[in-house]
Structures are given as C-alpha cells and as structure tokens.
C-alpha cells in the first residue's frame, strides 16, 4: 500500500490519459457543434432550445453531451435527431468505447505494475 502511496510515477503516467480524453472530448465536441450548426429545425441546438444561447452555452451543452456519449451514460436529454447527429453519434460512442477500454485496461496494468 505504501508504495502505491508515494509513488509520484503512477500520477504522472496516468495523467497523459486524461489529457487525452479531454483532447478527445474537444475535437468532437466542436464536430458536434459543427453538424448541428445549421438552419435545420431538427438539429439537436433547435430541438433543445439553444439556438437562442451564446455561443459558451451551446459549447457547454455540446461537452455535456460528449462527455455522456463517450462514457456511454447517455441520459437523454440532449439527442441526435437529423442523420448526420446520429451518425456521429455512433461514431463517437464506437470511439468512446474503445478509448476507455485502453485507458482503464491501462491504468489497471500500472495498478498491477505497483503491486
């Protein structure tokens, strides 16, 4: 237990793994943005009311949801309704999945590296 206590090592290898996810997290949240950034009545920012929110509102809701899909919580509030949104959808979940099953299985192989 001590050891893993005071080693400064695990900390540090481990946070690259959260930058990652937080770079991931970005691109697709602006991708996501991107797609539902148009005139179209059935986009998820006119569905969910945010179309009239500034622009920092709109990046927040879209992170929400990022963040949802990628850990695969998904709690409805915000949803996909034109193609493209649900494409992406798809795709960010496939990724998302994929994503945390390295960084964990990761994490746990320096858990057991320590032991």
Not at 75 to 80: A, N, S, T
């Amino acid at each position: 237990m001590t050891k893993f206590v005071n080693s400064d090592n695990f900390i540090l290898s481990v946070f690259p793994l959260y930058i990652l996810i937080a770079l991931i997290s970005h691109i697709f949240c602006c991708i996501w943005y991107y797609i539902a950034d148009s005139p179209d009545p059935d986009s998820w920012i006119n569905r969910s009311g945010y179309r009239a929110e500034g622009l920092d509102d709109r990046y927040y809701a879209s992170l929400y949801f990022i963040y949802t899909t990628l850990t695969t919580t998904g709690y409805g509030d915000i949803v996909p309704f034109t193609f493209g949104e649900m494409l992406a959808t798809v795709i960010f979940t496939f990724v998302g999945v994929t994503v945390h099953s390295v960084i964990y299985s990761s994490m746990l192989q320096k858990f057991d590296d320590l032991a």
